[in-house]
């Protein structure tokens, strides 16, 4: 087989890259959304897109989509594309790229194995600049040979002079690509097969943008808490994407909708993940209910509450790491976990709270359908974007009930630990509990950051010692219970 020569595919000018980042935006748009883009690539339902890639050291090298269901649509993105003969030209640089794409998949070079009509597509992205036999003609000759194949593609019927212009240089510009790798012409059925994969869009960035309305209102209506935002937001998608085509990486739709957050932007959750984030939520609130009782002193005519001054230091030690809060038995780890919950809702944080007692489960998949959702548990959390760290609460590990539900929230932890993504986990256990259980001290395996409220027999394990209360958290009580202050 001949040597594979690469025909010049990635953008030559700034114009060209910025239109490559504004194609790759539109997809990551239409990617936050969870719904493929409405544009002509006839790939049905099923194929919502999973990752957006830029500039990849592959055959067609200008953005990948990564679609559910091990679809792929890669695409050339080209702001002028003219009918030329040329092998340098656009056009002919771009049909060069998807015929080494096609053979690369046939010969197995790409491992994904090969192309298929019925699930993967290559996109010639161009500009309304490009020649009416690109933007017009070749769409409609492409949609022909798969509606009505030919016996070759030749043969296929071309009506009118900008199709007799296009349709030969397509032609010869896939054959000299075969030529080059397999020493002689494809054979008819590999050249339709080709052509059935290809398709054409035109996007319009400039003078009416009727691309980026397109964009900015799938952003309002599906994506941001705040549609005034929608502007801001394209801005900052298309600065993502060249930044990715820079680094010939790519985005997730998590990752991007992270980066968004964290720009300032008011995300939602992904459209298939909200109702789990409002399930996690209503669970919050029962959680916090039920602890707030526990972190109460309840008397016939009155109760007494005590604000533990180790929920700040606590809250601060999750911050840097997963963290355990522990303690002998009543040494008031639900007091804290209680106070760190107020202090995070007071603070429009994003907290999850599960009572560990509360659940009889197998595993974390059990876990998950306990709660009523949709997704594992560490899944949601990392399709929920926030500016801030969210941190996953968890009380009384050792009132798990039974040793596989311990391990079901043993294994929650480690994923959402291993994600690394803004959420953080802060849970309480009994100190004996915690000595008997070396995959929970793995779990928070980190070396404490300070010598301060810790337990020196486990210095490796990221951790807080409940303290007893101090001289201020009496007071408390005796401001709250005079008689007893007396």
């Known amino acids: 087989m001949a040597a594979r020569r690469r025909s010049g595919g990635g953008a030559r000018t700034s114009g060209g890259v910025e239109f490559q980042a504004q194609v790759a935006a539109f997809y990551g748009v239409t990617m936050l959304c969870e719904e493929l883009a409405p544009a002509p690539l006839g790939l049905g339902g099923g194929g919502a897109i999973d990752a957006v890639r830029c500039e990849l050291d592959a055959a067609v090298d200008d953005v990948h989509l990564i679609l559910s269901a091990d679809r792929r649509v890669v695409i050339q993105a080209k702001h002028t594309v003219n009918a030329s003969p040329r092998e340098k030209s656009f056009l002919g640089s771009a049909l060069a790229q998807f015929a080494h794409a096609w053979i690369d998949s046939r010969d197995r070079v790409d491992t994904r194995g090969p192309l298929r009509s019925d699930r993967d597509r290559l996109l010639l992205a161009c500009g309304p600049n490009s020649s009416k036999s690109v933007r017009l003609a070749l769409p409609m000759l492409l949609k022909r040979l798969r509606d009505d194949p030919p016996d070759a593609p030749d043969q296929l019927r071309l009506t009118n002079a900008d199709q007799r212009k296009i349709w030969p240089l397509v032609l010869g510009h896939l054959r000299r690509v075969f030529e080059e790798r397999d020493g002689h012409a494809p054979e008819a059925e590999e050249l339709t097969a080709l052509l059935s994969l290809m398709r054409v869009r035109e996007f319009e960035f400039e003078g009416s943008e009727r691309d980026i309305e397109q964009a900015k209102t799938l952003l309002a209506q599906a994506v941001l808490a705040q549609p005034a935002q929608a502007g801001a937001a394209w801005g900052q998608i298309v600065g993502l994407m060249l930044s990715a085509a820079s680094g010939q990486s790519g985005l997730r739709r998590a990752s991007l909708a992270q980066l968004l957050a964290v720009a300032g932007l008011s995300m939602l959750a992904a459209p298939s993940y909200r109702a789990d984030v409002e399930c996690l939520r209503d669970e919050t609130r029962r959680s916090r209910r039920l602890l707030g009782a526990l972190s109460e002193i309840r008397l016939p ?44 809702v007071d603070g429009a944080r994003d907290v999850v709270a599960l009572l560990a007692d509360r659940y009889t489960v197998a595993d974390e998949a059990e876990l998950s359908a306990r709660l009523g959702l949709e997704h594992r548990l560490a899944d949601v959390l990392a399709a929920w974007p926030g500016e801030r760290e969210g941190v996953l609460v968890i009380d009384g590990l050792d009132a798990a009930r039974g040793g596989d539900a311990l391990a079901a929230f043993t294994s929650l932890i480690e994923d959402v630990a291993a994600c690394g993504g803004r959420w953080t986990v802060l849970a309480s256990i009994r100190t004996f509990d915690l000595r008997y259980n070396p995959r929970l001290q793995e779990a928070f395996r980190r070396g404490a950051s300070t010598e301060e409220l810790i337990d020196l027999e486990f210095a490796s394990v990221h951790h807080l010692r409940v303290p007893r209360l101090d001289d201020g958290e009496l007071a408390q009580v005796a401001e709250q219970l005079p008689h007893l202050g007396q």
């Open 301 to 344: 005519s009155t109760q007494v509450k005590i604000a533990r001054s180790a929920a700040g230091a606590a809250l601060t030690r999750a911050e840097e790491a997963p963290c355990l809060l522990i303690a002998e038995p009543g040494g008031g780890k639900s007091g804290v976990v209680s106070d760190v919950i107020g202090e995070l």
